[in-house]
């Protein structure tokens, strides 16, 4: 490293000449690269002096060399000696537009104004699915309703026989549900399976509690459907159960329409079909108007009496509605979205915009 003036005597060879030119170049860049790291005008101003000062510089010592080359070798010997020169020049002006910020070019290092407002950081962005959980909760609070949440691996008795579900009945193919292959040692047998609907999580609750019972559970469910703009392998319900003494049918309405307006608006138009679903006696249909058609986005109907009496209840006591409806399709009604893909796509840009 160039560290001292060196002093020159007698004929130096074009190969010393051009080692000291090289050497100050190296240690002219260390310098320099000091006051960038530093941000630090002074020493910036310091090292200028040092290596191009006109009188004493570094730079103006080593050019007294010049003259003790031979005069075969300096006219190499002077070209190199200018490159170095414009090299210094250009190394001092890139360390100071890099502390300055330049007039043209963009250093490495930017002067800081500590008045600007910093940069916002990308922060984590809620799923739209995750925001209707939320909300619906939210509305279903309001009405009196508590959340609940149960297990997504289920047994056969919570999942299709206490709903009223018979053996021989469609719902419970294989074809139509995600059966687990696990021991069942200990436990007398029995299928396990991904839970189809989260109406399991009502009978959990009526097993451990004595009515009046008002709750909501939401979560994800699982059938093997084929997927396509508004059906998925595995989606997300809300369900709802009122038991308690003179409960009707027009109660299970009421609470319907006002739970749609609350979260679609207003002028949302709802309509009821009757249906059949083993575990509700009457059942309907719930559909929505939307895009000048009519769309499913639910079931619901008066518990039938033989799942109140699988939970040890008295249908001659008291009696409860229940629903299930999609989140999705829920979500996808607010907010105008055609292709329930969408939400599981992972995208970004598209998730971002909710």
């Not at 009196?144 to 469609?170: K, R, T």
């Not at 699982?222 to 308690?244: N, S």
Request: with cysteine.
């Amino acid at each position: 490293m160039f560290h001292e003036r060196t002093k020159f005597t007698g004929i130096m060879s074009l190969n010393d000449f051009i080692k000291q030119l090289d050497d100050l170049v190296e240690a002219a860049s260390t310098r320099f690269e000091d006051a960038i790291n530093q941000v630090d005008k002074e020493i910036l101003e310091e090292t200028r002096i040092e290596y191009l000062g006109a009188k004493s510089g570094k730079l103006k010592e080593v050019q007294k060399g010049l003259g003790k080359v031979s005069k075969e070798d300096k006219p190499v010997a002077g070209k190199r000696f200018n490159e170095v020169k414009n090299r210094l020049e250009e190394l001092f002006q890139s360390a100071a537009d890099a502390i300055t910020g330049g007039s043209g070019k963009k250093g490495k290092v930017e002067a800081i104004d500590v008045t600007l407002p910093g940069k916002r950081p990308r922060l984590g962005h809620i799923h739209p699915i995750t925001q209707t959980i939320d909300e619906l909760k939210d509305i279903m609070g309001r009405l009196g309703f508590s959340a609940v949440e149960g297990p997504e691996i289920e047994d056969d008795w919570h999942n299709f026989e206490a709903l009223n579900i018979p053996l021989e009945h469609p719902a419970r193919d294989p074809l139509d549900n995600f059966y687990l292959n696990v021991a069942s040692t200990g436990t007398g047998g029995g299928n396990q399976l991904m839970r189809s609907q989260t109406s399991t999580v009502q009978i959990r609750v009526m097993e451990n509690h004595k009515p009046p019972i008002r709750i909501v559970s939401l979560g994800r469910v699982y059938r093997p459907d084929e997927i396509d703009a508004t059906h998925y392998a595995m989606f997300h319900q809300i369900e709802g159960l009122l038991v308690d003494t003179n409960v009707t049918m027009a109660d299970l309405k009421y609470v319907l329409r006002l739970f749609a307006s609350s979260y679609l608006g207003h002028d949302v138009e709802i309509r009821f079909r009757p249906s059949f679903f083993p575990f509700t006696e009457p059942s309907v249909e719930v559909d929505m108007r939307w895009q000048d058609t009519w769309l499913e986005f639910g079931g619901a109907g008066m518990v039938d009496p033989n799942v109140l009496k699988a939970v040890g209840y008295d249908p001659e006591e008291v009696t409860g509605f229940a629903f299930g409806l999609g989140v999705e399709r829920l979500c996808m009604r607010r907010h105008g979205i055609n292709d329930i893909r969408y939400l599981y796509d992972s995208n970004t840009k598209f998730l971002a915009q909710f």
